[in-house]
């Protein structure tokens, strides 16, 4: 688990395990598996498409998002990244935010690259390739899966601060 920004932590599942109940804490799980699941308590494939929640969970303390590692950048919803982004913020001023997924290598880092480019001024200016080199700088493990660095990529324009 590494501080990406100020209050803002990156990690995988073995990090949410160990500080899971202890106070101060919002979570933002960034995977399916278990998550997702276990929040809408499924026991098939996926969830109902019909489902209030099929993208996007939220319970006390945590945002819980329908996200797979996947190749195909189509299967990444602009809207669980954005509500991703904007519940980050906004817990900021009450809590710290642990954004992880199973290996904190793919989905949690790219939502936190991508935090930083639109609230922070850290990759003003920046083209994308120069981003994501400042962000290894900041968080080494970031080897995102082709979906993430795909979405990251055809998206970056999008996430970019106005200041």
């Known amino acids: 688990m590494l501080e990406v920004h100020p209050g803002i932590f990156v990690g995988d599942e073995a990090d949410e395990r160990r500080i899971r109940g202890e ?3 919002f979570f933002v799980h960034a995977c399916k ?3 997702h699941r276990q929040a809408l308590g499924y026991t098939g494939r996926a969830a109902s498409k019909d489902h209030l929640e099929y993208l996007i969970a939220r319970r006390d303390g ?4 329908n996200l797979v590692d ?8 602009a809207e669980i990244i954005d509500a991703a982004l904007e519940t980050i913020h906004a817990q900021l001023n009450s809590s710290k935010v642990l954004l992880h997924c199973n290996q904190g290598q793919s989905r949690s880092p790219s939502i936190a690259l991508l935090y ?5 001024s850290l990759f003003s200016g920046m083209a994308i390739d120069e981003a994501i080199a400042a962000f290894r700088i900041i968080y080494p493990p970031y080897l995102p899966a082709q979906g993430m660095a795909d ?3 055809l998206n970056w324009a999008n996430y970019q601060s106005a200041g």
């Open 23 to 25: 106070p101060d804490w």
């Open 33 to 35: 598996e278990p998550y």
């Open 62 to 65: 945590h945002l819980i998002l």
């Open 70 to 77: 996947v190749a195909d950048v189509n299967y990444i919803a």
């Open 116 to 120: 930083l480019s639109r609230h922070t």
């Open 151 to 153: 979405y990251v990529r």
